[in-house]
């Protein structure tokens, strides 16, 4: 069976060493988060180990249950989530003044991929809630505010967010739920599919943030209202009072987070509408949904991560204790452990590379969100605002992109025993498949990237990013480490690759946009690619730098291996990456729909 | 919900145009394979259609149920072993004088594609049946033979392979599963697992052929005999007798293939051993497992091919029923089918480009192995037994990495769709992971191709297939067609690069074995993507010349267009790939076994 521990050495280099922790606590606000640091992550550890990852198989196994509206969750959830609430980790990031410790982002990074990575299920009800306070506190009024987010903090109730609709996937332009104006509130009628925790068992009241439409909005984007839907009407004096008109019609038959219910939920089925009210102002929910989806792309990235590293982890016991054949090194006949022998290794280093590269961007990108949020200085501020509009897509996109083949990768150590549902490892690559599609799938991360951030700015901050990874490569160069100098022409080589290939779209772009959108996803990943690349080497940079002042700490000799092991078998692709997204845009547009239907005609003499 | 159409335009193709279906009906027993061929083809596709593909979704759903050692099949999988057999399909390969129509392996690559298409789950049962048959019928002696093929044959029973023990997976040189000779027969003890349609109710026999040592038979693989244990004792007027010691302990709870049952079999439970017959000679089963390998490793690396095909086309109806976005090229404001979408289409090509050049692979694959046994040239026997030994691996080991690829991209076609289990999408995506474990895992695969086909004959085998080529690049080069001349540099680039990479593997294997089989399955992988190019680039050729010849077939311009996308998209890969086999392979087997535990040790300090 799997076990979770978390992966605390690499999560303190990374906070540390490569996101500046002891920065970002002379922000104003945060000041607290160095003395608090050792023990929100022993305290997370501690908790993600003993109370969530118990139930991680358990959860998968049972599911939850639908009957006539009424979801039930898998056993100990409730509990959990009680607990969870208690020990105040809904509030982590959340003003004091509504509950909350006001610590910064960057201590999400670590805490969220504990969550996800002992039980992904569970952290998804946190993770949407997440989203749902952070829209109230953001753009409701003040009396709304009282209402909802202090209880939402202190866990006694939940929130969802009410996004997708049959037609309205992607596309949110397509919303067709309406709301009617009714004295202080509005009457919201329609139909909400994939709704994460849209109805459950653990707490007696469930906050729905939804999308719908006023009478006479503008058409498309730009007519789309936020409102709060309680699931029960909260009276004046904060008691529970009347159910409103929301029902949950079915849950998802998923492949997998099968712990967490994913809801069809019908609003105003039975009468005039659910009572809702309005976030903010009238047809601006779109722009406040997009202002919270950094937040949770982030998330989902570091959801993605956190199962990469559970099913790399548990590979690894595997592949110790798993005898087959013998040392191809040795003329010993005796079977030896797996993990001996050279493809098992490239796979557990493939994992290992993969997953420290991800950690670090993750971290550094959500230092950054801090950086952005609360600099004192304005020009500091906007730097780092740029740099995270332009990293989140490449967080959400590459880091799941990136889980998936870490998680098959993973699997596949096991040989058979990967494929039996027995030994946990299946679970994973059934629960990660879905970072790449909620949240926007990782091609709506790539036009992001390439149609909203990398041609808005005429590739501005792009071009700050490669220059500023030029730099570093060039400060590897004069390393006295050899293993550490020898990564510098990898990465001077990718980088340029990546800057030539940004610039190669740019300039298609301003002719055949869809020539430039054709590999967008490969160049997602391209960019992921180059950019984990140089924070792990950030890393192995610092870590030469601390065996050389003779701390003698394996982990440090681990850290230039494994940079070592990207330089040059993932961060090579880069040589290809360039080659098809140039070369090969052309040939993605030509042809007509026509051309993938001929190969199943009988043939024409037959 | 999906349905499974097959792929007859392209199957055609590749038999007649590329693998040469009408040589093959030059060989001796062969003549009638062309007259057959049509009827074969729509048969066989009619019964995929009508009486598989209708239980596919319904046999994943309900699965196996065991209960005191007797299997459930699903609903309708009895009836339509039955159907199967009637039909003749068992007996395609197998001799007319055991029943069967003797045609030649060509014609399996078509018709297993359309079975495993259609429902992969009872498609398990006839691949595995058919490797009983061979191996009774290769090694047996005649009195078993005559007692055993013909009902395995008709469909009256069906048969298994027993050869994995929970300590010999991959290393069958740990098998421990005992036979002691007692008059005529022996007596087998041991528990072999992982045995598909190990115990089901779709025949009243079920023939298993184990692996088993021999008292005082030598230790490792030269120590293994073949039995035939059958489920059901025979009389000697050949009715069923007595119920031999052989139980179903239990089936596996996997995460797909959910239709056919994974049992666990104990042998001799309950007394002094199953009955079972030595099949050929003491001590060489391991050595007749090997010959019947190749038949049952291109059986799967064409399964993988059936369900990334199944999955692509699913995918196709969805991208032009969905509707999600205006298009990037028009100002109409006005929602299209996502197959309009660059990115929907890239994910499509990718999907149709490697299924073609897979097919092409495999098919021209298996006329080699008709050539290998039936040529009448002892020297071309040779030649074609030699491209077999080198290509069988990569048929394998390739074509089911790039299925699950390919289901995983076919999947994100559909989002949020197809994470839930309602399309079928999700069915495949877990099927098909199987693939690239059982028969082999494609670690075992690509040490095959590396130590047993490309070190042992010094290269011999593979210069030529480069040879060959870079040959077939050349004409190319001189094609009328632009497109198709412009396959010619990316073809000579990429074989160019891997005969650089096969001599650098070769040349490391007489220093250090590790360091050669360090990126072994990515250089699998390198000669997969290489040789399918290859076949799929003699398909454009043939295709250009067809237009060149007036006939206006759209399959035709579609060959080309896919072979363009391809060679950008795909073959470029090289690039990226002999970097990493010659650059990362030190890297790999660097370091120690505790470096994949330092990332999760608590820091010193803290």
Known sequence: MSTYRAPLRDMQFVLRELAGVEEIAKL?????????????????????????????????REGCTWNDGVVTTPKGFKEAYHAFAQAGWIGLPVLPEYGGQGLPQLLLGPTLEMWNGANVGFANGPLLNQGAIEAIELYANDALKQVYVPKLVSGEWSGTMCLTEPQAGSDLA??????????????????????????????????????????GAPEGTKGISMFIVPKVLVNADGSLGERNDVKCAGIEHKMGINANPTCTLNY????????????GEANRGLEYMFVMMNAARFSVGVQGLAIADRAYQHAVEYAKERIQFRDAASRDPKPVAIIKHPDVRRMLLFCKANIEAMRALAYVTAASLDYAHKATDENVRKEHKAFVELMIPVVKGWLTENAQTVCSVALQVFGGMGYVEETGIAQQYRDVRITTIYEGTTGIQALDLIGRKLI?????????????????????????????????????????????????????????????????????????IVAGGWQLFRGAKIAAEKLAAGENDPYYTAKIQTATFYAHNILTQYAYLQKQIVDGSAGVIAGDDEMFEVERRALATA
Request: aromatic fraction near 8%.
């Open 456 to 528: 808005r700015d005429m590739g501005a901050s792009a071009t700050k990013v490669f220059k500023q990874i030029s730099k570093f490569a060039k400060e590897l160069e004069s390393s006295e480490n050899a293993e550490v100098k020898a990564l510098a022409q990898p990465l001077t080589d990718a980088t340029k690759a990546l800057a030539d290939t940004s610039q190669w779209i740019g300039m298609n772009a301003m002719g055949d946009l869809r020539k430039a959108f054709a590999n967008s996803v490969p160049f997602l990943n391209f960019f992921g």
């Open 28 to 60: 104003p606000g945060y000041e607290e988060t160095t003395d608090v640091l050792d023990a929100i992550l022993d305290e997370a550890s501690t908790f993600a180990t003993e109370v969530l990852d118990p139930i991680n198989q358990s959860g998968d």
């Open 268 to 279: 105003g089925e039975s009468g005039n509408g659910a009572i809702g009210y309005l976030v």
């Open 174 to 215: 397509q919303v067709r739920s309406t709301a009617t104006p009714e004295g202080d509130h509005y009457r919201i009628k329609g139909q909400k599919i994939f709704i994460t925790f849209g109805e459950h068992d653990m707490t007696p009241n469930i906050i729905h943030l939804v999308l719908a439409r006023l009478p």
